[in-house]
Nanobody, 116 residues
């Protein structure tokens, strides 16, 4: 059974930083591309970043240069370092394997609130 547990969210002032973590189980983590997604109030869930098994990373334009995704294959954890946070980054953040095979596997998410 796939389980995804996000943590590290909180309340931060604009310009601040947070580091999110996601512990994954029930998958062969080292051969699974992973992504971070977010859903702001009243908006659809959107993709934020992906890290492939090779370590190659891609980012949404809205977070490029501010967010960094990384992975620890020994611990089955994927991180999202978020710097220079803006109020528009306020959302619930989720991690998930990017493969469509896992389309329905979502964790509980972690709330990030950025105050102006």
């Amino acid at each position: 059974q796939v389980q995804l547990a996000e943590s590290g969210g909180g309340l931060v002032q604009a310009g601040g930083s947070l580091r999110l973590s996601c512990a994954a189980s029930g998958i062969t983590f080292s051969i699974t591309d992973m992504g971070w997604y977010r859903q702001a109030p009243g908006k659809q869930r959107e993709w934020v970043a992906t890290i492939r098994t090779s370590g190659y990373t891609t980012y949404a334009e809205s977070v490029k240069g501010r967010f960094t995704i990384s992975r620890d294959n020994a611990k089955n954890i994927v991180h999202l370092q978020m710097n220079s946070l803006k109020p528009e980054d306020t959302a619930v953040y989720y991690c998930k394997p990017t493969s469509p095979y896992y389309a329905r596997n979502w964790g509980q998410g972690t709330q990030v609130t950025v105050s102006s």
